[in-house]
T-cell receptor, first 114, second 121 residues
Framework: AQTVTQSQPEMSVQEAETVTLSCTYDTSESDYYLFWYKQPPSRQMILVIRQEAYKQQNATENRFSVNFQKAAKSFSLKISDSQLGDAAMYFCAYLETSGSRLTFGEGTQLTVNP | EAGVVQSPRYKIIEKKQPVAFWCNPISGHNTLYWYLQNLGQGPELLIRYENEEAVDDSQLPKDRFSAERLKGVDSTLKIQPAELGDSAVYLC???????????????????FGEGSRLTVL
């Protein structure tokens, strides 16, 4: 079974600084999708960024980018120019290409200090 | 366009009582998910529907949990009887068919509701 591990339960960053959240996963599949989801205190989970495993280029979405290392099974999220609104729980997630089950990591609670 | 709607947002019950949660997915999303999220943890899948069919319910504790999705739209998740350990947030999500990976419209993205927080006393 696939597993997703986030080794940082909590992280903090100063406003306008850069922070990197770590994620590793375990799979025997060669093709899959990886995601970072954000869950603010209101609890509605929203997608931050998505990476297809067959693509070598790292995904970017404005201030959010990933460092996808397929051989190392690593998928970190970099948040640049951190804003107060970035404070939330961030979940790394894995989806096999059959689309059958989205597996989440344990989450990283990000605090942004003014 | 309305997002995934869940109700109630909060529910407090005594143990051994029944409870039900309702979910209305995004229009056009044939796939519906119920996730359980314990405090400080990532969501765990309880059940996944493709239209009316439950295609993955291997994680659903069937002795006390049940779910239905009549007419392939709204869904309800029921717990009877509730136990102290059932206190958690129950998340509903929806997506295009197959988890969103087949076909040009799909992105693999799940759209979540705000969740229903259950407290069992």
């Amino acid at each position: 079974a696939q597993t997703v591990t986030q080794s940082q339960p909590e992280m903090s960053v100063q406003e306008a600084e850069t922070v990197t959240l770590s994620c590793t996963y375990d799979t025997s599949e060669s093709d899959y999708y990886l995601f970072w989801y954000k869950q603010p205190p209101s609890r509605q989970m929203i997608l931050v960024i998505r990476q297809e495993a067959y693509k070598q280029q790292n995904a970017t979405e404005n201030r959010f980018s990933v460092n996808f290392q397929k051989a190392a099974k690593s998928f970190s999220l970099k948040i640049s120019d951190s804003q107060l609104g970035d404070a939330a729980m961030y979940f790394c997630a894995y989806l096999e290409t059959s689309g059958s089950r989205l597996t989440f990591g344990e989450g990283t609670q990000l605090t942004v200090n003014p | 366009e309305a997002g995934v709607v869940q109700s109630p947002r909060y529910k407090i019950i005594e143990k051994k009582q029944p409870v039900a949660f309702w979910c209305n997915p995004i229009s056009g999303h044939n796939t519906l998910y119920w996730y359980l999220q314990n405090l400080g943890q990532g969501p765990e899948l309880l059940i996944r529907y493709e239209n009316e069919e439950a295609v993955d319910d291997s994680q659903l504790p069937k002795d006390r949990f049940s779910a239905e999705r009549l007419k392939g739209v709204d869904s309800t998740l029921k717990i009877q009887p509730a136990e102290l350990g059932d206190s958690a947030v129950y998340l509903c999500a929806s997506s295009f068919p197959g988890g969103g990976l087949a076909g040009g419209r799909n992105t693999g993205e799940l759209f979540f509701g705000e969740g229903s927080r259950l407290t069992v006393l």
